[in-house]
């Protein structure tokens, strides 16, 4: 989606900016609902210029300095390129933009079992380091905002399902279960299979402090989603790599299905409001239907099984 429009004389005052080398061309990438995305082919390398088009200047400080943390911490991701002055965010139009280096490679849409076992081996890598005190302590559309509907006179079957969600997940979550550095949002589009074939996972954006679990159910819902259900098939390399990097605790694993249900359950949350009520889309709105039907799935497995994942 493309939020700013761009004449060529104004991107080149705009790249003037950074000490780069002579723009040969440029294009506008698809996909983004917060960002507009820019390809720039210079005569020496590719880059990505982000113009951030809802992101305060705050919150992409926050996201810039996580990327340079984990470049620090020699985690392989998108890596930033600061301007003449040194500094890491510009502006445009009184936005921030930010330059990045472009990471060559493809996504994956139907991955090998080997790729799984390499993107859950990255995530608990993910998981091991550091985590910077700045990163926000709960997850950006996660069960604390789900309310934002409820509150509200919108009238919706699905507003009566968040509510009842709500009130289940609230009383199933456990303080005690282990919290790491999390990215939130593994699904395909966030993948980048580099021409070595592994896997780099991309757009921190909803990165924060949260549950360890979480984010593997979140990565579940994103990769191994297969026509409207979870294939454990697919869950069990995944979580065979992670637990290469990171040993479970029982807890956690006993709480796998409730965790892919509160993923699905944010993730139906954020599709309804983006294309119901923040950004109306008639071709998308009925898309959180997949994810509810998947966190009613789990709910029912985590009913069943005693939240055991079963291999």
Not at 15 to 26: K, S, Y
Not at 39 to 63: G, N, P
Not at 69 to 77: G, Y
Request: charged fraction near 20%; glycine fraction near 4%; aromatic fraction near 10%.
């Amino acid at each position: 989606m493309l939020y700013t429009k761009l004449e060529n004389t104004t991107l080149q005052q705009i790249i003037q900016q950074f000490d780069i080398a002579p723009l040969l061309q440029w294009q506008v990438l698809e996909g983004g609902a917060e960002n507009t995305n820019i390809l720039l082919q210079t005569t020496q390398q590719k880059l990505v210029l982000t113009i951030c088009e809802r992101k305060t200047v705050a919150e992409t400080t926050i996201l810039v300095d996580l990327l340079r943390h984990l470049e620090a911490h020699h985690f392989k991701t998108t890596m930033i390129i600061p301007n003449k002055s040194g500094q890491t965010i510009s502006f445009y139009n009184k936005k921030p933009i930010v330059l990045k280096k472009y990471i060559a490679g493809k996504i994956v849409n139907k991955p090998t079992t080997e790729l799984l076992e390499q993107i859950g081996s990255t995530i608990g890598q993910l998981h091991s380091l550091p985590t910077p005190d700045y990163l926000p302590k709960a997850y950006s559309y996660g069960q604390q905002v789900f309310a934002t509907l409820s509150n509200t006179e919108i009238s919706h079957p699905f507003v009566d399902w968040l509510t009842d969600m709500h009130t289940h997940i609230k009383s199933n979550l456990d303080n005690s279960l282990p919290k790491a550095l999390i990215h939130g949002d593994v699904f395909f589009s966030n993948v980048v299979v580099d021409p070595l074939g592994k896997p780099i996972i991309i757009d921190f954006e909803e990165a924060c402090y949260y549950y360890r679990m979480y984010d593997i159910g979140m990565a579940i819902v994103g990769l191994c989603n297969v026509e409207g259900t979870i294939d454990f098939s697919k869950a069990t390399p995944l979580m065979h790599g992670y637990e290469q990097i990171i040993s479970l605790e029982k807890l956690e694993k006993e709480r796998l299905h409730f965790f892919i249900g509160y993923a699905a359950t944010a993730t139906a949350f954020w599709r309804f409001r983006q294309f119901n009520i923040l950004a109306p889309t008639p071709s998308r709105k009925n898309t959180y239907l997949e994810m509810k039907n998947i966190a009613d799935e789990m709910r029912k497995k985590s009913q069943k099984n005693g939240n055991r994942f079963r291999r």
